[in-house]
């Protein structure tokens, strides 16, 4: 399953990005942060998500509580 998911502009609408793949069609960069964060959640520990701004630079927007070197509680 896909850690790391990327909200990115592509052809004229924001998406979400995962292994090399876009899918959704978002109006606005923040809808598509908040449903890759759904997804991110879904997608267990060690997810992320991240997302272009307005240099095409990407950012951290979320991370999941128990990351892959989190201590087990």
Do not use: C
Not at 7 to 29: A, F, L
């Amino acid at each position: 399953m896909a850690n790391e998911f990327y909200v990115v502009r592509h052809q004229g609408s924001w998406r979400i990005r995962v292994n090399g793949k876009h899918h959704g069609d978002y109006e606005s960069r923040l809808l598509a942060i908040n449903a890759a964060v759904t997804e991110a959640q879904a997608a267990g520990p060690g997810a992320k998500v991240f997302s272009t701004g307005i240099v095409s630079q990407f950012s951290q927007e979320w991370q999941s509580k128990a990351g892959p070197n989190s201590p087990s509680p």
